[in-house]
């Protein structure tokens, strides 16, 4: 990430180059993915799993962009990826307008339009045998199941703690993180596991983190930045920003950088290709 | 079959352009389409030095399209020319390089800087609607457009083509004024001032308040804005607004203009440039036209 930033003029180019032969933007299409099965798991929480191409390239922390079948409502609703296979990919979302509302309604046999792989996603090889603290809060959690999963699947390491905040007692995925790591509980009021914010919950259990990932709303993840850069712990996180594109060319998704983006030079870096998973301390959240 | 066109003494391929700002200077869709088969790749606004852009958030949708407030974040021209151009130069494309200043003698640094290189043509930002300084004070005084594209005409070894907005009382009177200033086209429109306001936060949407507003929704204003044109002066016209598909880029062909960019629809559909270009084909297969110039203004 810190060589990216960094990056100057021709060598930009090789860079992308380089990330097209390690296969990290392999599959970016637009494509029609068929729906598998659609349902509600939690109140306005959708969970929405499709036969999907791009699927086996899929990295945790990467999204994709999900088109409403609408002349009225043209851009694409950026949703993270919580989970996927070599052929099916899942996605977590909350309804929140039109286009999430009208995937909401989407059954079985019907096809979402996606555009994707987007973005670099987690890197998981940072977490090599360290102790892992997934850190997700309110619609910010689906996309660390899959980074939960990718860790035990591949045997990068068996000391994984997810810390996932809700509003109330009202969990969604929370069972699906007990199988495959250990699992701490916080809640805004209080109904379930630990009273208050993620970052007050680990600090409160004992878990010595070597690295942080995690996704969330922007308290949560400013929360976070400063709690790691205080305890010198490396924290990864994943922002969200209005997008148009997707794929970095409008710049509408910035976020401000604490180094020169290697995009414009402007400490701007695009959220949709440079995120939305950055370096905690990189970004001036 | 001809689908060449000619403006300025550049030779574009086929009429189909991407429009400013909305596919970076290629690179980002180059993994969607090839753009060999493009007329001209018109690159994101460069200025003189980086331009930071606006807060975010600097994109809403709207009813049929969408408003934006980037504010013109660049790397500048020398990061341009060194990353860029030197992309754009692996295809057999036109180039075309939009300038953004917030003077007179930035636009000419960026040009006399330009000069030299491979890029075939300028297209001047006198209307991007969300810069405060420059840009648009520069397109809604005919005086002052006039006076601008002359001095950035003088220190031009290329064609200049004057980007104008629609946020005028009249379009007609400012292409008038380019092409006394010099201009060798015009590109019309850029984007339509709009406004979106969070009924629940009660604020607006954008964090600049106002943003430009683009896509399909345009496409009838912009066409009345090209024809209205295209009676006015008699340089050539790149029409945009709107355009999603060939049926669109003929529309605005016919209403007058030479070439034809795909702007916000890039985003909703990045394939679009390329399909654009081959519906055109099929048009004129349709409707048995030889040459794609025959159709320009043809509307009666």
Not at chain 2, 3 to 32: C, L, R
Not at chain 2, 40 to 54: E, F, Q, R
Not at chain 2, 148 to 169: D, R
Request: hydrophobic share 40%; net charge negative.
């Amino acid at each position: 990430m810190q060589a990216r930033l960094q990056a100057r003029g021709p060598a930009h180019v090789e860079l992308k180059e380089a990330w097209r032969k390690a296969d990290k933007y392999m599959f970016m299409k637009k494509v029609k993915a068929e729906v598998i099965s659609s349902k509600m798991i939690e109140k306005d929480i959708y969970d929405l799993c499709l036969n999907y191409e791009g699927a086996k390239d899929a990295k945790p922390g990467q999204f994709v962009g999900v088109f409403p079948e609408s002349d009225a409502h043209l851009l694409m609703r950026p949703i993270s990826i919580c989970s996927f296979d070599d052929k099916t990919l899942r996605l977590v979302y909350r309804v929140v307008g039109f286009g999430t509302d009208e995937f909401s309604k989407l059954k079985e046999g019907d096809s979402a339009i996606i555009l994707g792989n987007l973005g670099n996603g987690f890197d998981v090889d940072l977490c090599k045998g360290k102790t892992v603290v997934l850190m997700g809060g309110g619609i910010g959690i689906p996309p660390m199941l899959g980074l939960a999963k990718t860790l035990k699947e591949k045997g990068i390491t068996d000391d994984v703690h997810a810390f996932l905040g809700y509003r109330d007692k009202n969990t969604f995925l929370d069972k699906e993180f007990e199988e495959v790591c250990n699992v701490h509980l916080a809640s805004d009021n209080g109904e379930i596991g630990f009273h208050g914010n993620v970052v007050d919950a680990l600090k409160s259990s004992g878990v010595k983190a070597d690295i942080i990932m995690a996704c969330g709303p922007m308290p949560m993840l400013k929360g976070i930045k400063y709690y790691a850069e205080g305890e010198n712990i490396d924290a990864y996180i994943s922002l969200e920003e209005r997008m148009a594109c997707g794929v970095g060319a409008c710049l509408g998704c910035v976020v401000k950088t604490t180094k020169e983006d290697h995009h414009s030079h402007v400490n701007n870096a695009r959220i949709c290709t440079d995120g939305p998973v950055f370096d905690a301390r990189d970004v001036d959240i | 079959m001809n689908t060449k066109i000619n403006i300025a003494g550049v030779e574009f391929k086929n009429p189909v352009m991407t429009a400013s700002g909305t596919f970076g200077s290629g690179m980002e869709y180059s993994s969607f389409v090839d753009l060999n088969k493009l007329g001209a790749v018109v690159t994101k606004g460069v200025a003189s030095v980086p331009w930071p852009g606006n807060p975010t958030k600097r994109v809403a949708e709207v009813y049929g399209g969408m408003l934006n407030a980037i504010g013109l974040q660049n790397p500048g021209v020398d990061v341009f020319m060194e990353r860029d151009l030197a992309f754009l130069s692996n295809y057999d494309t036109k180039v075309i390089v939009n300038v953004c200043g917030k003077s007179v003698e930035e636009y000419i640094a960026v040009v006399e800087k330009l000069n030299d290189t491979k890029v075939d043509m300028y297209e001047i930002n006198v209307s991007c609607p969300n810069v405060k300084e420059g840009a648009i004070a520069f397109g809604q005084n005919a005086d002052v457009l006039y006076d601008v594209t002359k001095k950035i005409k003088e220190a031009s070894k290329k064609p200049i083509i004057m980007k104008l907005s629609p946020n005028v009382t009249s379009i007609k009177d400012m292409a008038k004024a380019a092409e006394a200033g010099g201009a060798d086209a015009i590109s019309l429109i850029n984007t339509i001032t709009g406004m979106k306001i969070d009924i629940e936060r009660q604020t607006f949407v954008l964090a600049n308040k106002t943003g430009g507003m683009s896509g399909p929704a345009i496409k009838p204003v912009a066409v009345r804005m090209v024809y209205e044109c295209a009676n006015a002066v008699s340089i050539p016209i790149i029409g945009m607004g709107g355009i999603a598909t060939a049926e669109d880029a003929i529309e605005f062909m016919l209403a007058g203009a030479t070439g034809v960019a795909v702007g916000m629809m890039n985003f909703v559909n990045p394939y679009a440039t390329e399909e654009v270009v081959k519906g055109i084909e099929d048009y004129m297969i349709r409707h048995n036209i030889d040459d794609i110039n025959t159709i320009i203004g043809a509307v009666h």
